[in-house]
Nanobody
Framework: QVQVVESGGGLVQAGGSLRLSCTASGFAVKINVVGWYRQAPGKQRELVAA???????NYADSVKGRFTISRDNDKNTVYLRMNSLKPEDTAVYYC??????????WGQGTQVTVSS
């Protein structure tokens, strides 16, 4: 059973940085695509970044050059380093294993709030 625990969110001023962690159980991050997603109030959940087993990485255009996804296989954890944060990055951030379907279960997520 896929289970993840997201952590590392918080309140930060615009231009600041945070590092989010996604600790997985029930599956190995090194052999699965793992994605970071976010959902802002009143908006649909969107994919922010994803890393494949071969370390092929994709970013949403809105975060390219500011966010970095990485993986620690020994800790079975995927990270999202977020620099130069903007108020529009405010959202609840989640990680999960695609494909995302109507029956996908989500963790609690971690709240990121960027003040202007």
């Amino acid at each position: 059973q896929v289970q993840v625990v997201e952590s590392g969110g918080g309140l930060v001023q615009a231009g600041g940085s945070l590092r989010l962690s996604c600790t997985a159980s029930g599956f190995a991050v090194k052999i699965n695509v793992v994605g970071w997603y976010r959902q802002a109030p009143g908006k649909q959940r969107e994919l922010v970044a994803a890393i494949s087993p071969a370390a092929i990485i994709n970013y949403a255009d809105s975060v390219k050059g500011r966010f970095t996804i990485s993986r620690d296989n020994d800790k079975n954890t995927v990270y999202l380093r977020m620099n130069s944060l903007k108020p529009e990055d405010t959202a609840v951030y989640y990680c999960n294993v695609p494909p995302i379907t109507i029956s996908t279960r989500w963790g609690q997520g971690t709240q990121v709030t960027v003040s202007s």
